[in-house]
């Protein structure tokens, strides 16, 4: 798979409720109520493939640099801290409600608690990192109900991640919606 668009580090979603998640991204309230899925860049975006986006206490539409911030610095900055594995992984939450493009920005997108987030320019490979279904209580973690692939090299297969409990039909949905990612690659 390919994905693009805004993207958070794995720490600030994981050992978290679908509720939690919503609030933390800036997802509008029921937005992961029919669930969605969790996705895992396998290689980290180049300084020219992305670009900072803020804190998701400011919508990505309202988002700008503030007077005096260099933003070579703060790509440098984010680019020092990422990881393929771990906490600082980056990832991106695909809800299966998908986006309004008639719905007002700042209701689809509310104000958040403010986890930082960055804009991926291209399609970059990622693997599916976790299906999120059981809304709203389920916690993202490898103890919880949520199906974690962590910190995988190469993508688990279609039939590995519906070993589980989460239905073939669920995840074909997901991959059909084809928004911000495709299967290519």
């Known amino acids: 798979m390919k994905a693009r668009g805004c993207f958070t580090q794995d720490k600030f979603i994981a050992g978290r409720s679908l509720k939690e998640i919503e609030t933390n991204i800036g997802f509008r309230e029921g937005r992961l109520s029919q ?7 396998t290689q980290l975006p180049m300084k020219v493939q992305f670009h900072v986006a ?9 988002f700008v640099i503030g007077n005096g911030l260099d933003a070579n610095v703060l790509e440098r900055n984010a680019m020092a801290q990422w990881e393929l594995t771990g906490p600082n992984r980056l990832v991106k939450v695909l809800p ?10 700042d209701e689809q997108y509310p104000r958040a ?13 990622c ?14 973690g490898p103890q919880d109900k949520v199906r974690i ?4 090299a190469s993508p688990p297969s279609q039939q590995a991640i519906c ?3 989460v239905p073939a039909a669920f995840l074909a949905k997901m991959y059909a919606r084809r928004l911000w990612c495709s299967t290519s690659g």
């Open 54 to 62: 803020g804190y998701t206490n400011v919508s990505l539409h309202n």
């Open 113 to 125: 608690r403010g986890i930082p987030q960055w804009l991926v320019l291209v399609e970059m490979p």
């Open 149 to 152: 692939f962590a910190d995988v």
């Open 35 to 41: 669930g969605g899925i969790v996705l895992a860049l």
């Open 127 to 140: 693997i599916v990192a976790g299906v999120l279904s059981t809304y709203p209580k389920e916690f993202i």
């Open 163 to 165: 070993a589980g409990s």
């Open 96 to 105: 299966a409600i998908p986006y309004e493009p008639g719905l007002d920005p």
